[in-house]
């Protein structure tokens, strides 16, 4: 994939839709091309996050852990970010990202991150993408809890 399809594809994730192109452009040459075969983790329930990927092709599901084994959450395709919350804070990780498919993802670092957002208002608007997403994330696990529990009812 070339410099400016990855710049394209950047485009269309939410949280970079505002992003300048020349911005855009530094974070794809920044990032590197990673490839996974069925049933591999991107990362880990509990590891410590320091990149963020953006599926190009294929799809994962995302698994919590619970003292009953693994639940799935949710699940990506082509064209989404996962991981992204460590880009904006220290933490770990709070599921468990593993393929159903083949994928190709794009993996950002926060170190190329942080340079995309030095203006001001890309940060503005990155930080509420982020924010409308977590909100959606949380309600998604809402959904799945209060499912699980009318279910052991």
Do not use: W
């Not at 970079?16 to 990032?31: E, G, I, N, T």
């Not at 852990?65 to 919350?85: S, W």
């Not at 995309?116 to 809402?142: K, N």
């Amino acid at each position: 994939m070339l410099l400016k399809e990855e710049v394209q594809l950047l485009r269309r994730i939410p949280y970079f839709a505002k992003v300048d192109p020349c911005r855009l452009k530094l974070l794809a040459f920044a990032s590197s091309r990673v490839s996974y075969d069925v049933n591999q983790e991107l990362f880990h329930q509990g590891d410590t996050g320091d990149c963020a990927y953006v599926l190009l092709n294929g799809s994962a599901d995302i698994l919590m852990e619970a003292p009953d084994g693994e639940v799935k959450i949710g699940e990506v395709k082509g064209d989404c970010i996962v991981g992204e919350v460590c880009l904006l804070c220290d933490g770990v990780r709070t599921a468990t990202v593993r393929t159903t498919t083949p994928v190709e993802a794009l993996k950002i670092c926060k170190d190329a991150f942080s340079k995309v957002l030095i203006d001001p208002g890309v940060t503005r608007e990155v930080t509420r993408a982020f924010a409308e997403q977590l909100h959606r994330t949380t309600s998604e696990l809402d959904r799945t809890r209060a499912g699980r529990r009318q279910l052991v009812n």
